[in-house]
């Protein structure tokens, strides 16, 4: 799963080595190389130290078992790699690497995408077996991720599996 020189999210994030322009960004905005966040699952970190927000549309849920959106975030430059430390903060809710990168696309500043997600749900139907009722949960996997990139081809891969 490495592509071109770097690694993200849940799974992995790769980038080609940009100067400005579409790269992986970090909670402050600063740009880096690569980036890896490691998303924990509810019953082990549940919860998290900020609100959570659907800054890209949608409304919040409340899950009848709860939530987790705490992380682990390592990142490099260049030959500096920072360590991965423990994020409390909601991944995907604001400033957070998984956002701040996402935004990208989501204000028109990268002029060509690909978003993918294989969890259909209700559409199509899905004749499998064991079967699945409105999307496949366990267990089946799960990928969802997108692609930017500019005139140049530099940009950034994110890629979440579950």
Same mark, same amino acid.
């Given at each position: =799963? ?14 080609? %080595? ?5 790269? /992986? ?8 190389? $690569? $980036? #890896?966040? *490691? ?8 919860? +998290? ?12 849920? @409340?899950?009848?078992?709860? #939530? ?21 903060? +909601? ?5 957070? /690497?998984?956002? @701040? ?9 990268? !002029? %060509?995408?690909?978003?993918? %997600? ?5 559409? /199509? ?5 064991? !079967?699945?009722? %409105? *999307?496949?949960?366990?267990? $089946? ?5 997108? =692609?930017? $990139?500019?005139? @140049? ?10």
């Amino acid at each position: =799963m490495v592509m071109s020189k770097s690694l993200r999210f849940g799974a992995l994030l790769a980038s080609t %080595n940009t100067v400005s322009g579409l790269a /992986p960004l970090l909670s402050d905005g600063s740009e880096v190389d $690569w $980036w #890896f966040a *490691y998303k924990f699952n509810t019953a082990s970190f549940p919860e +998290c130290s900020t609100t959570r927000e659907c800054i890209f549309g949608g409304d919040v849920q @409340n899950y009848p078992y709860g #939530f987790g959106m705490q992380y682990l975030l390592s990142s490099g430059v260049g030959s500096q790699v920072k360590s991965a430390t423990l994020h409390t903060d +909601c991944i995907g809710t604001g400033s957070d /690497p998984v956002a @701040n990168t996402f935004n990208q696309i989501y204000s028109g500043e990268a !002029p %060509n995408y690909v978003i993918w %997600n294989d969890q259909f749900y209700e559409d /199509p139907h899905i004749d499998l077996d064991p !079967p699945c009722i %409105n *999307y496949c949960g366990k267990p $089946w996997g799960h990928s969802k991720g997108f =692609m930017a $990139w500019d005139a @140049n081809g530099e940009g950034v891969v994110v890629q979440s599996t579950t």
